[in-house]
């Protein structure tokens, strides 16, 4: 079961279908899986083999597509990493992943100098950047490939059981983790998506986010089960996301929340020119319902949610369930369970909230190098994410919030989530995030922070007052507003609350 294996499917099989789009470039399977093969066995060439781990700290470009085949073809564990990355950050990551050889690009040359020294694997000639003006102590890509064959490299004895890639955590909620993926896993990504998507040979799929999270893998797995079109932009910008999917007729995208708002409110937005989309996902964190409605009356019958987890449960609310249970994640994954615990293990009845756990085939095995985390991540075979929600009579999971973000105020739980529904349908308003902070009386109190729309005039006590009027109790009431630019966010996209949180500790 190497995955590795579907590019030269296809390539043999219906070559001259379109493969992947980026910029200009637009290339066929035959096309394209002759420069994975030249990559691949240029690997082979410098000693890279089943088992070596690879780094890629990279932009998104036809290049990394390579590398992730390129890589499974020959059985490498491929690490995928930010440019976004500081230098303490790189040098713990490829330490800790086992990193042997490192593709990356001049622009980040600097910062894979100042770490190099420090890392134990890395051969002095096995620093790889793709592009041009490649500096001194750097082996260009071109020159790392040249001469390699286009032929299909030998096979790699590659088992089902065997490491595809170790993706860590966006650290959204504490430190970086290395999480495994297998092959098997992989092919579980490819099958149960791309059934889920609804996803044919005929399809075009555009992903405008960075390719570096495992979020991407919804998409990049069942693209090339099936043998569709993957359009891939350099990055996220709303309006070029607008003007390709037009051009392209893209079927099928993934956006996280933050994308999704953005790409609604470009002065562009015109349904008369998506119509080609059969699909528009949302990943990485709730869409709140003010913005998950206005979605759907644009663009009915295509939107999709997915909850999950980088260690592998996931829950999927399907188009044509969005009208009964639009304020729900959907109902788990094909060959997922879930179920909802309380703090003693017990499994709760229909409606009553407490920790979400699944299980499933696209599972982690666990956490690179820790057993002790992956332990108390995975009990009796069940995930326990550290979410709290609660399964209807229908089995569907409505989520309430993160079990890290929930504030205890006064002995009361509360959920920000329920307060930043309420913060985001006022109309000024385009993202929010509540947290909490110590309070010596109630314990803890929670804070609002928000985005405004452009030329909103309204001040944030006023949409203070007006969310604390609309709360359902006093104990939910915000003791303070703050108005940001923006959001932090990781490479993912997601909104670093933490970060927000400790700016504003420091401010106070």
Known sequence: MNIGYLPALHARYRGDHLAVVFGNERLSYREFNAR?????????????????????????????????????????????????????????????????????????????????????????????????????????????????????????????????????????????????????????????????????????????????????????????????????????????VLDVIEQEHVSHTIMVPSQIISFMNSKRFDTAKLQSLEMIQTLGAPLHLEHKQRLIDALPDRFYELYGLTEGFMTILDKVDVPAKMASVGSPARFNECKIIDDQGNTLPPNAPGEICGRGPM?????????DLTADAIRDGWLHTGDIGYLDEDGYLYLVDRKKEMI?????????????????????????????????????TPVGAIVLK????????????????????????????????DFPRNVAGKTLKRDIKASYLGEC
Not at 184 to 193: G, K, L, P, T
Not at 363 to 371: A, E, F, H, I, N
Request: some cysteine; hydrophobic content about 40%.
């Open 36 to 240: 994975i093969n030249r990559l691949a066995n240029g690997l082979l060439r410098a000693g890279v083999s089943k088992g070596n781990h690879i780094a890629t700290i990279l932009p998104n470009c036809i290049e990394l597509l390579e590398l992730y085949w390129a890589a499974a073809k020959i059985g490498a564990v491929v690490v995928p990493s930010s440019v976004l990355l500081q230098e303490s950050g790189l040098r713990t990551l490829l330490n800790n992943s086992d990193t042997e050889m490192v593709f990356s690009t001049p622009a980040f040359a600097d910062t894979l100098s100042n770490v190099r020294g420090d890392t134990h694997k890395i051969d002095a000639d096995a620093w790889i950047l793709i592009g041009d003006d490649v500096p001194n102590g750097f082996i260009s890509y071109q020159s790392f490939i040249g001469g390699a064959s286009s032929d299909e490299p030998p096979d790699a004895g590659v088992q089902p059981s065997d490491p595809y890639n170790i993706v860590y955590s966006s650290g959204t909620t504490g430190e970086p983790k290395g999480i495994i993926h297998t092959h098997e896993v992989r092919a579980w990504y490819c099958s149960i998506f791309a059934s889920a998507w609804r996803m044919t040979p005929e399809s075009i799929v555009m992903h405008a986010g960075s390719i570096v999270f495992n979020g991407s893998f919804l998409t990049l797995m069942p693209w090339m089960f099936v043998g569709c079109t993957y359009v891939l932009l350099p990055s996220f910008d709303a309006d070029s």
């Open 454 to 485: 452009t030329n909103a005039t309204v001040s944030p006590n006023d949409i203070q007052l007006w969310i604390n009027d609309k709360v359902e109790a006093k104990f939910q009431r915000l003791s303070d507003l703050i108005v940001l630019d």
């Open 363 to 371: 599972m982690t095995p666990g956490y690179y190098k820790r057993p």
């Open 408 to 444: 205890i105020s006064g002995g009361v739980n509360v959920y920000p989530r329920d307060i930043e529904e309420i913060a985001v349908s006022h109309p000024d308003v385009i993202e929010a995030a509540v947290f909490g902070i110590p309070d010596d009386k109630w314990g803890e």
